[in-house]
């Protein structure tokens, strides 16, 4: 009997705590008072030339990504957001984040230049050229 009623607590459990993830990560359509900024992973390699840095960026275009340097730190943020064709549709699950995102990074000592930045595989790759001596 009271394995039933441990399993019953589980799973309303489970169940509020996926109703507080969909809460969390509701998508807005309109940009929010106070925006809401989550963290995408990143990657940072090193050539002779170039420092590449490799950002999981799933449904970001590389146009909408601001990529700056300052003061050592690559700062990259804009929004992601649903497809227009989703907005009204039903949400069963929300794993990816949703709205403004920002990262910063700090850079190994060095001096850049020459921002690029491309989408690849949901991956955005921006790349800085090194300046040597």
């Not at 649903?82 to 009204?88: A, G, M, S, T, Y």
């Not at 984040?97 to 990262?103: I, N, T, V």
Request: charged residues 25%; neutral net charge.
């Amino acid at each position: 009997m009271s394995r039933d009623w441990m399993w019953s607590d589980a799973v309303d459990m489970l169940l509020r705590a996926e109703r507080l993830q969909r809460q969390l990560f509701s998508p807005q359509v309109s940009a929010p008072a106070q925006p809401v900024c989550w963290e995408p992973p990143a990657d940072i390699f090193e050539t002779a030339q170039e420092l590449i840095v490799i950002v999981a960026l799933p449904g970001v275009d590389a146009a909408d990504a601001r990529v700056t340097i300052e003061n050592g730190v690559l700062e990259i943020f804009a929004q992601r957001g649903l497809p227009r064709e989703l907005h009204n549709a039903a949400i069963h699950r929300l794993e990816l984040p949703q709205g403004y995102f920002k990262r910063q990074l700090r850079l190994p000592p060095g001096s850049y230049g020459e921002i690029r930045s491309a989408i690849d595989k949901g991956c955005l790759i921006v790349t800085l050229r090194k300046f040597t001596g």
